[in-house]
């Protein structure tokens, strides 16, 4: 049975929405805030769930040698698209991150925006932890960035909209469910006279319970950031962030 998000027709629907210029120039910024957080030289990145290629860009644009992963075709399409417009040089990998099999290691990882807890069974996320951590060089570091589920029960909103400049309006109906543990979500997206509908549920996880299983993979060191620019984690922090160390 396909996972929810190996589901192109929705990527593509729901693109506009999820991937403007304002977050690509985000991207950019945040790529340099990533290699300040690595304690180590980094000269190669793998950006594991890349989508469009918005960081694999930004560290591209730095001279890195840069492999961005996805499982959906439509989002590695429009990562090329970008790529080839700037010239740059990257290699882009259409693959399930379970079966993934890089033939290089690398000195940092990234899994950004949120795409971590993806898959049904929690022993699999456990899995893809266990696979960055074969897939780094030996001082090399992993950073991962996320909505905690401390974040999203602070600020969760049952219902609510947003509006964009070409006119869509796209409605949101999040719940925790599964004791807290899945963050479920339902998207109505109203584009002119069409109504789309999409319906996603994934791990969400408290700092504590990534700490673990992040030294569960056989992590020894990892920092805990409220941004990528290093802010404390507490209760004024929009995102989690984690830099482990093998």
């Not at 001082?139 to 602070?154: M, N, T, W």
Request: with cysteine; aromatic share 14%; glycine share 6%.
């Amino acid at each position: 049975m396909p996972h929810w998000f190996d589901n192109d027709d929705m990527w593509r629907v729901f693109y506009d929405c999820m991937f403007d210029s304002d977050s690509f120039n985000r991207a950019t910024q945040e790529c340099d805030h990533i290699l300040k957080l690595c304690p180590s030289l980094v000269e190669s990145v793998l950006d594991l769930g890349c989508g469009p290629g918005r960081h694999v860009m930004g560290f591209a644009r730095r001279g890195l040698s840069t492999t961005g992963v996805d499982l959906s075709g439509f989002l590695l399409n429009q990562a090329a698209r970008h790529i080839d417009n700037e010239n740059l040089d990257a290699t882009l990998v259409h693959a399930d991150l379970l079966t993934y099999a890089p033939q290089q290691s690398f000195d940092l990882v990234t899994n950004l925006f949120s795409s971590f807890g993806y898959y049904d069974n929690p022993e699999e996320n456990q899995q893809v932890l266990a696979n960055i951590y074969q897939w780094l060089k030996p001082s090399g570091c992993f950073v991962l960035d996320v909505f905690s589920k401390e974040q999203a029960a602070l600020h969760l909103e049952p219902v609510h909209c947003s509006e964009y400049d070409n006119g869509d309006v796209r409605f949101e109906r999040p719940l925790l469910i599964d004791n807290m543990s899945v963050y479920s979500n339902e998207w109505i997206l109203v584009r002119g006279e069409k109504a789309y509908r999409w319906q996603y549920q994934h791990y969400v996880y408290s700092a504590s319970e990534l700490t673990t299983m992040l030294k569960q993979a056989g992590f020894s060191l990892v920092t805990i950031y409220g941004s990528f620019k290093g802010d404390d984690y507490d209760m004024d922090a929009d995102r989690l962030v984690m830099v482990a160390q093998k």
